[in-house]
């Protein structure tokens, strides 16, 4: 019977706590994981020709960006795929976890304590606390 492997969102926002989830993400996959990385961008609700330009800006660099994720787990031989949503990024990520049927969401986070955290809030908690699947959260080596 073949294995056919389980679906991993990865929540990218491109700072080092999202790389390293990424690099720790490679210590327990298995041949037939599918990885989803997934990229949320929150445009501002405008339509004007300035701000589509910055969308498609924004859009563009976004994909950039994930194009290194897509290639450290393609350089190891595992498939993956990039997802750029719009919207909250909590919500967006919940929701897509909830669409692809996924085993686990992987994420980094800085660690804020203290008053910056009740003051910037959390969108690792919040994953937790709704997610319908497993959650790894990855903290960053030299967080706070």
């Given at each position: 019977m073949?294995?056919?492997?389980?679906?991993?969102?990865?929540?990218v926002?491109f700072?080092p706590?999202?790389?390293?989830?990424?690099?720790?993400m490679?210590?327990?996959?298995?041949?037939?994981?599918?990885?989803?990385?997934?990229?949320?961008v929150?445009?501002?609700?405008?339509?004007?020709?300035?701000?589509?330009?910055?969308?498609e800006?924004?859009?563009?660099?976004?994909?950039?960006?994930?194009?290194?994720?897509?290639?450290?787990?393609?350089?190891?031989?595992?498939h993956?795929?990039?997802?750029?949503?719009?919207?909250?990024?909590r919500?967006?990520i919940?929701?897509?976890?909830?669409?692809?049927?996924a085993?686990?969401?992987?994420?980094?986070?800085?660690?804020?304590?203290?008053?910056?955290?009740?003051?910037?809030?959390s969108?690792a908690?919040?994953?937790?606390?709704?997610?319908e699947?497993?959650?790894?959260?990855?903290?960053?080596s030299?967080?706070?």
């Amino acid at each position: 019977m073949a294995n056919n492997g389980n679906k991993i969102l990865l929540a990218v926002d491109f700072s080092p706590a999202s790389k390293e989830a990424a690099q720790k993400m490679l210590r327990f996959l298995k041949e037939g994981d599918k990885v989803f990385v997934l990229s949320v961008v929150h445009h501002i609700p405008y339509d004007t020709p300035d701000i589509n330009k910055l969308r498609e800006e924004q859009t563009a660099n976004t994909n950039a960006k994930q194009a290194e994720y897509i290639k450290i787990f393609e350089d190891a031989g595992y498939h993956a795929e990039a997802l750029v949503r719009d919207g909250d990024p909590r919500q967006t990520i919940i929701n897509t976890a909830h669409e692809l049927y996924a085993h686990l969401i992987v994420m980094g986070t800085r660690g804020l304590s203290g008053m910056k955290r009740t003051l910037l809030g959390s969108c690792a908690d919040y994953i937790v606390r709704h997610a319908e699947c497993p959650v790894m959260v990855v903290r960053e080596s030299n967080s706070e």
